[in-house]
T-cell receptor, first 112, second 114 residues
């Protein structure tokens, strides 16, 4: 089983749609969770951290379920500029500053 | 967020030569930096953890003599790909942390070995 596994995608949605990405992780001792966004041929950029209570940043909502070892990202009112690869990232080392493990990424394309 | 700068952004080199990639933390000190490799349409693969003032920690399957890492100061880590071959062509990315779990990435270096 992969340490971090994401929806295979790709997702192709119209502008204004709501889209949700799922991610599961295998190490129950994982401490920190993130969603990164990566544009084509660019470096990953932090989109948001994921907290146990769930958190929201504008149109983006992240949720964490430690019991199920499951993370989600919800994007509301999709924009063309949201088109990118979304990476689920887990600090799987069991400490706050352990190694980051990346999911394989989910490609999102938002079309007019 | 913190700024991490990577140089060069792209490089083409001949087979058998060595290439050095620099990763700098511009506005903070980083005792630990990470080096990743990414193949097209694949996720990031951690190659090694670079520790300031000590030897790097390499992931399983990564040749330490092939990928030399030096972290001589709190703001600079370098990755040298020695005796490069076409199969070393890839996107190499570094990252650093600023006292928090999330990491910030350099712009990446696209290496092409011909």
């Amino acid at each position: 089983r992969k340490e971090v596994e994401q929806d295979p995608g790709p997702f192709n949605v119209p502008e204004g749609a709501t889209v949700a990405f799922n991610c599961t992780y295998s190490n129950s001792a994982s401490q920190s969770f993130f969603w990164y966004r990566q544009d084509c041929r660019k470096e990953p950029k932090l989109l948001m951290s994921v907290y146990s209570s769930g958190n929201e940043d504008g149109r983006f909502t992240a949720q964490l379920n430690r019991a199920s070892q499951y993370i989600s990202l919800l994007i509301r009112d999709s924009k063309l500029s949201d088109s990118a690869t979304y990476l689920c990232v887990v600090n799987a080392g069991g400490t706050s500053y352990g190694k980051l493990t990346f999911g394989q990424g989910t490609i999102l394309t938002v079309h007019p | 967020g913190a700024v991490v700068s990577q140089h060069p952004s792209w490089v083409i080199c001949k087979s058998g030569t060595s290439v050095k990639i620099e990763c700098r933390s511009l506005d903070f000190q980083a005792t630990t930096m990470f080096w990743y490799r990414q193949f097209p349409k694949k996720s990031l693969m951690l190659m090694a953890t670079s520790n300031e003032g000590s030897k790097a920690t390499y992931e399983q399957g990564v040749e330490k003599d092939k990928f030399l890492i030096n972290h001589a100061s709190l703001t600079l880590s370098t990755l040298t790909v020695t005796s490069a071959h076409p199969e070393d062509s890839s996107f190499y990315i570094c990252s650093a942390r600023q006292g928090a779990p999330e990491a910030f990435f350099g712009q990446g270096t696209r290496l092409t070995v011909v």
